[in-house]
């Protein structure tokens, strides 16, 4: 007997999510506890920019019109996804990391002195930056949580697995269970990462891991996992 699989992402990286996983023959079922929004934000001096980095598909889509100046900069872009997104954007990608941003930020060379422009969200890591970068930070988007619905605590009154992308979307997901008495032992966490996870607290039925900090491991690992 097959787990059901969860995902609670906002949009549109919930589709995606639900659509990649129906590709491996994996049924996932959307219940977003958040949503995504434009913050107000302006373009520093663009003369003193080197590149763009960007943690984020999110940065792209909600950059708004100011990206249009920012296209004759490389980026450096956390992962395939957010690659993929500033490509359709038009920008060029100069480098594509594979374990989060602040591993794409130790593959830089430290004897090259350059100013990054960080379009970030409101929740953010804090990055440690070699003597000679230097980041301008700009945040355009922000994530807003939002309350579970009837239909998502119904499913979770059996045994299930949860996908998390983000510890934000892990510590809504925690708050909402202990807010509406979610039994946890019932329910599977498979996150991107150690530190995602954590965001959620203990008391789950279990916590798994995908072996890189991207979706495709973990729709491999939720495929491994919760397939019957």
């Known amino acids: 007997m097959s ?16 659509a990649a996983g129906a590709a491996m023959g994996l049924a996932i079922t959307g219940h977003p506890l958040a949503r995504t929004i434009a913050c107000g934000w302006t373009l520093p001096e663009i003369d ?10 999110n940065a792209i889509r909600h950059a708004g019109e ?13 992962g395939g996804a957010t690659a993929e997104a500033a490509r359709e954007a038009g920008l060029r990608v100069e480098r594509t990391g594979e374990g989060g941003l602040q591993s794409l930020i130790d593959t830089l060379d430290p004897l090259e002195r350059r100013h990054l422009l960080r379009l970030a969200g409101r929740e953010r890591l804090e990055l440690d930056l070699p003597a000679l970068i230097s980041v301008t930070t700009r945040i355009v988007y922000a994530v807003e949580h ?14 299930c697995a949860i996908l998390l992308h983000s510890a934000g979307s892990a510590a809504q ?7 509406l008495g979610v039994e946890r032992s019932k329910i599977r966490l498979l996150a ?19 072996e890189r900090p991207d979706e495709a491991a973990l729709l491999a690992l939720a495929r491994d996992i919760c397939k019957g």
């Open 3 to 18: 787990l059901p699989v969860i995902a609670i992402r906002p949009e549109p990286g919930l589709s995606a999510t639900i």
């Open 48 to 57: 003193e920019i080197d590149a763009l980095l960007i943690g984020s598909a």
């Open 66 to 78: 100011q990206l249009a100046a920012l296209r004759h900069l490389p980026v450096l872009a956390v």
């Open 146 to 159: 939002e309350e579970m619905t009837r239909e998502l605590h119904d499913l979770l009154q059996r045994e």
């Open 173 to 179: 997901f925690s708050r909402e269970c202990e807010r």
């Open 192 to 210: 991107m990462g150690p530190r995602i996870s954590a965001a959620a607290g203990g008391g789950w039925g279990a916590i798994h891991f995908a």
